[in-house]
């Protein structure tokens, strides 16, 4: 059974920077793609960023490219979402999710993580 926990979301005033963790058990992590997900209050459940098993290619929602970085270790089974230059509209429920490929569609992914809260005020 693979479980994922995230951690990381605060609360944080526009500009700033946070990085969320998830961490992966229960089966070989370096097997499994990884994707971000976030749902804002009211909103539907969006694609954030993805990062294949190899960490050779990774892919970002053009809402955040160029702020946000995905990454990997596997030594620590876990995966990483760098977010620099937070925005208000960032403010979301972020999930992690594991697949088979680094895809943007939801249906894609087997297991999630319960999520971690990030809030930006301006």
């Known amino acids: 059974q693979v479980q994922l926990v995230e951690s990381g979301g605060d609360l944080v005033q526009a500009g700033s920077s946070l990085t969320l963790s998830c961490v992966f058990s229960g089966r070989s992590f370096s097997s499994y793609a990884v994707g971000w997900f976030r749902q804002g209050l009211g909103e539907e459940r969006e694609f954030v960023a993805a990062?294949?098993?190899?960490?050779?290619?990774?892919f970002y929602a053009d809402s955040v490219k160029g702020r946000f970085t995905i990454s990997k270790v596997d030594a620590k089974n876990t995966v990483y979402l760098q977010m620099n230059r937070l925005k208000p509209e960032d403010t979301a429920v972020y999930y992690c999710a594991a697949g088979t490929y680094p895809e943007s569609v939801i249906g894609s992914y087997a297991y999630w993580g319960q999520g971690t809260q990030v809030t930006v005020s301006s």
């Open positions: 990062i294949s098993w190899s960490a050779s290619r990774t």
